[in-house]
């Protein structure tokens, strides 16, 4: 998906080094990265913490953003790129109170429950549309195993949502 014209003229007056148009961009993008982080943390806790990282990393990179790339579609490999750094940080998945009120969909209770590669896997392609190729590289395993991975996190998850 390409970026509107608005976009566009943030991203460019971001790497220019205006703090103004990168909070812009923040306010137009941070319920889409936390739902991500959080989909791919299991995590509320840990999501705001990769959430806030994500952002850090973003604005230490904007000036190398390609600008052909969506901004959305950069700043969600930087938020998945930036749980990866962190997975040995990762807490163990333990449902809360505050966790159960975001969870009320089954599905989404069912998509922390997976195993991280299962879910990185299952919400990268399948929610957020990224390629098996790109997949691939973020998670540094090959084509072959992401198509693996996809199957067994849509074979669990039906089976999750049967119980």
């Given at each position: 998906?390409?970026?509107?014209?608005?976009?566009?003229?943030?991203?460019?007056?971001?790497?220019?080094?205006?703090?103004?148009?990168?909070?812009?961009?923040?306010?137009?993008?941070?319920?889409?990265?936390?739902?991500?982080?959080?989909?791919?943390?299991?995590?509320?806790?840990?999501?705001?913490?990769?959430?806030?990282?994500?952002?850090?990393?973003?604005?230490?990179k904007i000036s190398q953003k390609d600008e052909f790339a969506s901004f959305a579609t950069?700043?969600?490999?930087?938020?998945?790129?930036?749980?990866?750094?962190?997975?040995?940080?990762?807490?163990?998945?333990?449902?809360?109170?505050?966790?159960?009120?975001?969870?009320?969909?089954?599905?989404?209770?069912?998509?922390?429950?997976?195993?991280?590669?299962?879910?990185?896997?299952?919400?990268?392609?399948?929610?957020?549309?990224?390629?098996?190729?790109?997949?691939?590289?973020?998670?540094?395993?090959?084509?072959?195993?992401?198509?693996?991975?996809?199957?067994?996190?849509?074979?669990?998850?039906?089976?999750?949502?049967?119980?």
């Open positions: 998906m390409q970026d509107n014209k608005l976009i566009k003229a943030l991203v460019l007056n971001a790497q220019l080094g205006n703090n103004s148009a990168f909070e812009q961009l923040y306010q137009m993008t941070i319920e889409q990265i936390y739902a991500l982080t959080l989909r791919l943390a299991g995590d509320t806790s840990f999501a705001e913490t990769m959430t806030r990282k994500t952002y850090v990393n973003a604005w230490q950069w700043l969600k490999k930087i938020a998945a790129e930036t749980i990866l750094h962190e997975k040995n940080e990762f807490p163990k998945a333990e449902k809360t109170a505050e966790d159960d009120s975001l969870y009320n969909d089954p599905f989404e209770a069912n998509i922390r429950d997976l195993e991280l590669k299962n879910r990185f896997t299952y919400v990268l392609h399948d929610i957020e549309h990224f390629s098996i190729a790109e997949i691939s590289k973020l998670l540094g395993i090959s084509d072959r195993e992401i198509k693996i991975l996809l199957v067994s996190s849509r074979e669990e998850l039906i089976s999750l949502l049967e119980e």
